[in-house]
């Protein structure tokens, strides 16, 4: 696997950004749905810590992996994708990218509006304040935090059942081509000798 | 002026305006526009809070300072610090526990002049069931209303506010910086 994009896969550097931000959007999401429920005191408040480090985590990376992309450039659909899905599928990779930036945004907002504390990231360095406190925009940051959310994983149910229903279904590189490996193997001359 | 005074309803409303002044003119009930604050912080952010509401009651009479007197009855319920999870933090039992405490008060009985118009009140604050004394350092200006601006340093941990996992006096000060500005009316 090369590090670039090819015409054909997704090189490494993309795949390791992909997967990446994958898990850490997976483990920044569980921890936002449940540490509501955890007391506010002080004790669990590095929960709420480790929730934020992870969303800036996922901005960092994605601003990093939008860079890259701008210099690599993506890979074509898979040959012989109708148009109209060509463009769902790249209005939503666009998207996905907006929403994966704007949800970390919308939270450090958030964060700095309501001024309760500083924000460490993982307890390393202090992240500077987006805003001083205001309650009206720390309600409206949190508002826009959740619906983006809402929002986002809409999304990700279409982009990860359209990469399914490619590889389940339609039976082309489309969902390999984004996994390491050699994926999924191009029926090569010799196999074709073999059958005949 | 005083030709005014021989028509009887001028002097019949000068009765009426001699009756109704106060019955000492020591004593002040608290008028609209005042205001009582806390500043301190957590992990080294400062925020400040304003009780839910309060009420004074003084009898200040800068000639004859040992007949003074300052009672103050706080509504910790409402107090406000522009954030909604801290508020609800504040009137939870690790704090004001408003549920059990929904008042504090303030009595000051002894009064000492510290030159010019400043005065310090030695009073006791009861807070959270818990009774200590408070000092209330002061500057009264006559008037009307009459100006009383005072500062107080109030150490929490005395009174059992923030106390178990929020005890820790690196991450929020023992002492909490109080400040006042009470308008007073003369008492009807």
Redesign the interface.
């Given at each position: 696997m090369t590090l670039k994009n090819t015409r054909e896969r997704w090189g490494a550097v993309s795949q390791a950004f992909h997967w990446l931000i994958v898990l850490l959007i997976l483990a920044t999401a569980i921890i936002g749905l449940t540490m509501g429920e955890l007391p506010?005191?002080?004790?669990y408040f590095w929960v709420y810590t480790a929730h934020k480090s992870l969303g800036i985590s996922v901005l960092a990376l994605m601003l990093l992996r939008l860079g890259w992309r701008l210099y690599a450039g993506g890979v074509p659909p898979v040959a012989g994708t109708p148009r109209w899905q060509q463009a769902i599928a790249s209005a939503t990779h666009w998207a996905l990218y907006a929403l994966a930036v704007a949800m970390p945004l919308s939270g450090w907002l958030y964060d700095s509006a309501?001024?309760?504390?500083?924000f460490r990231w993982f307890g390393l360095f202090t992240m500077p304040k987006l805003a001083s406190?205001n309650?009206w925009l720390?309600d409206r940051a949190v508002a826009t935090h959740e619906l983006l959310f809402l929002l986002l994983v809409a999304l990700v149910v279409l982009h990860a059942g359209a990469a399914f229903w490619h590889h389940l279904f339609v039976r082309d590189e489309t969902l390999s081509r984004m996994l390491p490996g050699r994926g999924r193997r191009v029926p090569s001359p010799e196999d074709t000798n073999h059958v005949t | 002026m005083s030709p005014r005074l021989t028509r009887p309803a001028a002097v019949a409303a000068l009765l009426v305006a001699m009756m109704g002044a106060p019955a000492h003119a020591a004593d002040y009930v608290q008028a609209p526009g005042s205001s009582l604050a806390f500043a301190t912080k957590y992990d080294g952010e400062v925020f400040t809070g304003r009780f839910g509401g309060f009420d004074t009651r003084l009898h200040f009479d800068p000639q004859q300072l040992d007949q003074a007197r300052l009672e103050v009855t706080i509504q910790l319920a409402g107090t406000s610090t522009g954030n909604a999870d801290r508020d609800s933090t504040l009137a939870g039992g690790d704090f004001f526990n408003v549920a059990r405490f929904a008042q504090a008060r303030y009595v000051a009985e002894r009064f000492r002049a510290l030159g010019g118009n400043e005065y310090a009140a030695d009073g006791q604050l009861t807070l959270r069931g818990v009774s200590k004394p408070v000092t209330l350092h002061f500057t009264w200006t006559p008037g009307t209303p009459a100006l009383l601006a005072g500062r107080a340093t109030v150490k929490r941990l005395d009174f059992g506010v923030g106390g178990g996992d929020w005890a820790d006096t690196g991450v929020i000060p023992d002492a909490v910086a109080v400040s006042t500005r009470v308008f007073l009316h003369p008492a009807p």
């Open positions: 506010r005191t002080p004790k309501s001024g309760l504390r500083p406190p309650e720390a | -």
